[in-house]
C-alpha cells in the first residue's frame, strides 16, 4: 500500500486497499482536516512561526493550538455589552473551553448592543443564551453558562482557569474579582511572591466613547485596588437641590432612591438588582417629577441613574472586547510580548488609544507582601484592632477581624474568642515584636490582610 489516492468507478478519491465505507470515512477526516487547516490559518501563522515580537520563552509549535482547543479553560465574567463581544472574539481566537457568569435576565433596552440576544430571548439567562448562540455560531467550541452572582460560586470553581476575561460594568464587581485573585497570592519569608499562586485577569471597561484594556496579575503587576485612583468618583447631587428643587429627571429618582426609600423603607436594605426595588424607586419618582413638571423620568433612565450607568455604544465594546481577547490569547500562548499594562481608548474627537505602566503599590492592603501600620507599642491589642478598623484604606474591608501573629492566635473570633479575648487588654509591644507581620481575617475579606506592625515610639527613642 503506497498511500496515494486513486480514483473509483464513482470518480471519488480513495485508497486502493479500503473498502467503501472505510473510504468515505477517511475521506471526511480528510476534508475535516483541510477545513481546520484553513479556518485556523491565521492563528496558526501566530502560533507556529517564529517573530521578534514574541513573548520571552515563545517556541513556534502546532501544539500550541491544540492546547487552546482542548486543554485552556477561561473564565468569562459577564454576557452584557462587553461580554457578548468577549465570547465571540475568544471563541473566533480559538479557545475551545469557556465558562460564562452572569447573574442578570435578558432586557429589551439590551437588544441595541448585545448582539447575541433576541426580542425572543427576553426575561431569560443572558449567561445561558449567550453560550447557547455562540455554540450555535461557532463550530467547537463549548461554552459553560452559569446563571448566578459571582459572589456564589467557591474560591475553587475561580481556581480552575487560566484566564479570567472581565466584562463587568461595576467597580465593586471588579474589587470583589480582584480580591479573590489576591487571596491565592503567597509570600515566601522573604516577601517575594510565589509565581505558582498568580491568578491572572484581564479587565475590560467601557463608558459611552471611552474604553480600557488592561492586564492584572496580582503580585506581579498593579492589582485592581492598586489603581483605584483611576476611577473618578461617582456624580453626586446636593441634598437640598433633590429635597427642595429638583430640576431634573435624574434629580426626581435619586430623591427617591437616597431620601424617600430611607424615609418609608428604612429597615430593608436597597438592592438595585431587585426588580421590586427599582420598581418601587420607579413609580415614585415618576410621581415627584409630576408634582413639580418634570419630564423624562423613564424605567431605563431609573437604571441608568440608581446603578450610575453611562449608556454603551457597541463599537467602544467591539473595540475593547478585540483588544481584550488579544491579550488573552497572547497570556494564554506568548505568541507576543503584552501591553505593559493598561491601555486607554477614547473615541470622542477621533480614534485614539494610549498605553502606559502602572506601578504596584507597595502598600496595597490586597496584593502587597505586608501594609505598613504604624502604633505605639503601649497600645492594647483592643485598641490597635479598633485602629485597624477605622483606618480609612483598611476599615472599608473589616468588620469582625481575627488577628494572628505567626503560629499564635492573638485575638479569634468564634470558637477561640474566649481563649484569645484576655490578649485584647495585653500591650501590643508585649505580643509582637517591632516590625512583625500580623495576619488579620475577617469575613469581608477572601484572605487575610498582611501587617506589618512598627512602633512609633520605639522609634522615637531609637532617635
Given amino acids: 500500500?503506497?498511500?496515494?489516492?486513486?480514483?473509483?468507478?464513482?470518480?471519488?478519491?480513495?485508497?486502493?486497499?479500503?473498502?467503501?465505507?472505510?473510504?468515505?470515512?477517511?475521506?471526511?477526516?480528510?476534508?475535516?482536516?483541510?477545513?481546520?487547516?484553513?479556518?485556523?490559518?491565521?492563528i496558526r501563522k501566530l502560533l507556529e512561526r517564529p517573530g521578534k515580537i514574541t513573548g520571552a520563552g515563545f517556541e513556534p509549535d502546532p501544539a500550541i493550538l491544540e492546547f487552546l482547543q482542548d486543554d485552556a479553560r477561561v473564565l468569562v465574567v459577564g454576557a452584557g455589552g462587553l461580554g457578548c463581544e468577549l465570547l465571540k472574539d475568544l471563541a473566533l481566537s480559538g479557545i475551545g473551553n469557556i465558562d460564562v457568569i452572569d447573574m442578570d435576565t435578558i432586557d429589551v433596552s439590551n437588544l441595541?448592543?448585545?448582539?447575541?440576544?433576541?426580542?425572543?430571548?427576553?426575561g431569560k439567562s443572558k449567561a445561558g443564551i449567550a453560550a447557547e448562540r455562540i455554540m450555535a455560531r461557532i463550530e467547537g467550541v463549548k461554552v459553560t453558562p452559569h446563571f448566578c452572582r459571582i459572589e456564589e460560586k467557591p474560591l475553587e470553581f475561580f481556581q480552575d482557569f487560566h484566564i479570567w476575561v472581565l466584562g463587568l460594568d461595576s467597580l465593586d464587581a471588579r474589587r470583589y474579582m480582584n480580591q479573590i485573585a489576591c487571596s491565592f497570592l503567597e509570600y515566601d519569608d522573604d516577601g517575594a511572591p510565589d509565581p505558582a499562586t498568580f491568578k491572572v485577569m484581564v479587565d475590560g471597561g467601557t463608558e459611552?466613547?471611552?474604553?480600557?484594556?488592561?492586564?492584572i496579575i496580582p503580585g506581579l503587576t498593579p492589582c485592581f485596588d492598586c489603581t483605584l485612583w483611576l476611577f473618578p468618583p461617582q456624580?453626586?447631587?446636593?441634598?437640598c437641590t433633590l429635597a427642595e428643587t429638583p430640576r431634573s429627571p435624574a434629580h426626581c429618582i435619586e430623591y427617591v432612591h437616597l431620601i424617600q426609600w430611607q424615609q418609608e423603607r428604612?429597615?430593608?436594605?436597597?438592592?438595585?438588582?431587585?426588580?421590586?426595588?427599582?420598581?418601587?424607586?420607579?413609580?415614585?419618582?415618576l410621581q415627584r417629577a409630576e408634582q413639580f413638571g418634570i419630564q423624562g423620568v423613564t424605567w431605563q433612565l431609573t437604571g441608568g441613574v440608581v446603578k450610575n450607568i453611562i449608556p454603551a455604544i457597541a463599537s467602544?465594546?467591539?473595540?475593547?472586547?478585540?483588544?481584550?481577547?488579544?491579550?488573552?490569547?497572547?497570556?494564554?500562548?506568548?505568541?507576543?510580548?503584552?501591553?505593559?499594562?493598561?491601555?486607554?481608548?477614547?473615541g470622542m474627537e477621533g480614534v485614539y488609544t494610549h498605553t502606559v505602566k502602572y506601578e504596584k503599590d507597595p502598600a496595597c492592603p490586597m496584593c502587597s507582601a505586608s501594609v505598613p501600620f504604624e502604633v505605639a507599642s503601649t497600645d492594647t491589642l483592643e485598641k490597635v484592632i479598633d485602629a485597624l478598623k477605622s483606618d480609612r484604606t483598611l476599615g472599608k474591608n473589616l468588620?469582625?477581624?481575627s488577628v494572628s501573629y505567626g503560629a499564635i492566635?492573638?485575638?479569634?473570633?468564634?470558637?477561640?474568642?474566649?481563649?484569645?479575648?484576655?490578649?485584647?487588654?495585653?500591650?501590643?509591644?508585649?505580643?509582637v515584636d517591632d516590625g512583625g507581620v500580623v495576619f488579620v481575617n475577617d469575613k469581608r475579606l477572601m484572605g487575610p490582610l498582611r501587617i506589618k506592625l512598627h512602633f512609633a515610639d520605639q522609634a522615637t527613642m531609637q532617635h
Fill in 316 to 346: 467602544t465594546n467591539a473595540i475593547i472586547a478585540a483588544a481584550c481577547a488579544l491579550e488573552a490569547l497572547k497570556l494564554l500562548t506568548v505568541c507576543s510580548s503584552g501591553i505593559e499594562n493598561y491601555m486607554m481608548y477614547t
Fill in 409 to 431: 492566635n492573638l485575638y479569634m473570633r468564634g470558637v477561640l474568642e474566649e481563649e484569645t479575648k484576655g490578649n485584647l487588654s495585653k500591650a501590643i509591644g508585649e505580643l
Fill in 208 to 215: 459611552g466613547l471611552k474604553g480600557h484594556a488592561r492586564v
Fill in 266 to 285: 428604612g429597615a430593608e436594605e436597597f438592592d438595585a438588582d431587585e426588580e421590586d426595588h427599582m420598581r418601587w424607586v420607579y413609580d415614585r419618582a
Fill in 399 to 401: 468588620e469582625a477581624p
Fill in 112 to 122: 441595541n448592543r448585545q448582539f447575541l440576544f433576541r426580542m425572543k430571548d427576553v
Fill in 235 to 239: 456624580t453626586k447631587f446636593p441634598l
Fill in 1 to 42: 500500500m503506497n498511500g496515494k489516492l486513486s480514483r473509483g468507478s464513482c470518480g471519488k478519491l480513495k485508497r486502493p486497499s479500503c473498502q467503501p465505507e472505510e473510504q468515505e470515512c477517511w475521506l471526511g477526516n480528510q476534508r475535516r482536516n483541510m477545513h481546520d487547516l484553513e479556518r485556523w490559518s491565521d
